[in-house]
């Protein structure tokens, strides 16, 4: 388990019990990708989260064992900050 980003019920629609964010998991995919995906009858829309839960999603990555070095370096490009954590 990574404890590195908790969100709990109420945070968000799609938050229904204490849930921690998967980053060993996270993929990146083109937008088409997702759009497609979107019609497939297996997959539920939820509203976007708010920018401060994506902030903490990405401060979590920041600081998860887990992550992989590419998405790392792209969240870091996201949030304007360097190699070292630095702004």
Request: aromatic residues 6%; hydrophobic residues 40%.
């Amino acid at each position: 388990d990574d404890p590195s980003c908790i969100l709990a019920p109420g945070e968000h629609p799609a938050i229904t019990k204490e849930s921690a964010i998967a980053y060993r998991w996270a993929r990146v995919l083109p937008l088409a990708n997702l759009t497609f995906s979107s019609t497939a009858p297996l997959v539920k829309l939820f509203p976007l989260v708010s920018p401060a839960i994506l902030k903490r999603i990405q401060e979590g990555g920041l600081k998860s064992d887990f992550i992989t070095p590419g998405n790392r370096k792209m969240i870091e490009r996201e949030l304007g900050k360097g190699g070292d954590g630095s702004a």
